[in-house]
T-cell receptor, first 109, second 110 residues
Framework: RKEVEQDPGPFNVPEGATVAFNCTYSNSASQSFFWYRQDCRKEPKLLMSVYSSGNEDGRFTAQLNRASQYISLLIRDSKLSDSATYLCVVNLNDYKLSFGAGTTVTVRA | DGGITQSPKYLFRKEGQNVTLSCEQNLNHDAMYWYRQDPGQGLRLIYYSQIVNDFQKGDIAEGYSVSREKKESFPLTVTSAQKNPTAFYLC?????????FGQGTRLTVV
């Protein structure tokens, strides 16, 4: 079983729609969790950290469910500029980061 | 400005040649990583280093080598033993789990 698994998508949504997707992780000892955004042919950039209580940053909401070992990302009021691949990252300790393969989101006009 | 720098941005290699990709950071991070990304695929870990003079194999280390003689530098050598080296290579450093990436090197075998 892979350490981190994501639905690859693609999720094709109209502007203004809400889109949500999950990421599951296999190691229950994982300590911290992040969502990264990667644009085509560019390096990944941190979108947001994921906290146990859930957190929100503008139109983006991240949740963590330790019991079921998954994290989620929800994007409200989608913009064309939200089109990208979203990578889930799980940190087992300070030195071992595991990346999911990414979920592709395409927002259409 | 603090950051992580990879060079070159594009690299062409003839079959049978070794090439070295540079990665330098001035973020004072202990941990550094090398990932490979193929078109439409996720990131796969090649090597990582927790501290100077120490490094560990990742999931796809065969055909690659690294060194960590200085905290700031973590070069990756793609050897002739790597049978399919054409890919996008990303270097990262991390602190408390948050990773910072360089802009990547696109390696093409010609």
């Amino acid at each position: 079983r892979k350490e981190v698994e994501q639905d690859p998508g693609p999720f094709n949504v109209p502007e203004g729609a809400t889109v949500a997707f999950n990421c599951t992780y296999s190691n229950s000892a994982s300590q911290s969790f992040f969502w990264y955004r990667q644009d085509c042919r560019k390096e990944p950039k941190l979108l947001m950290s994921v906290y146990s209580s859930g957190n929100e940053d503008g139109r983006f909401t991240a949740q963590l469910n330790r019991a079921s070992q998954y994290i989620s990302l929800l994007i409200r009021d989608s913009k064309l500029s939200d089109s990208a691949t979203y990578l889930c990252v799980v940190n087992l300790n300070d030195y071992k980061l595991s990346f999911g393969a990414g979920t592709t989101v395409t927002v259409r006009a | 400005d603090g950051g992580i720098t990879q060079s070159p941005k594009y690299l062409f290699r003839k079959e049978g040649q070794n090439v070295t990709l540079s990665c330098e950071q001035n973020l004072n991070h202990d941990a550094m990583y090398w990932y490979r990304q193929d078109p439409g695929q996720g990131l796969r870990l090649i090597y990582y280093s927790q501290i100077v003079n120490d490094f560990q194999k990742g999931d796809i280390a065969e055909g690659y080598s690294v060194s960590r003689e200085k905290k700031e530098s973590f070069p990756l050598t793609v050897t002739s033993a790597q049978k399919n080296p054409t890919a996008f290579y990303l270097c990262a450093s991390s602190s408390w789990g948050e990773a910072f990436f360089g802009q990547g090197t696109r390696l093409t075998v010609v």
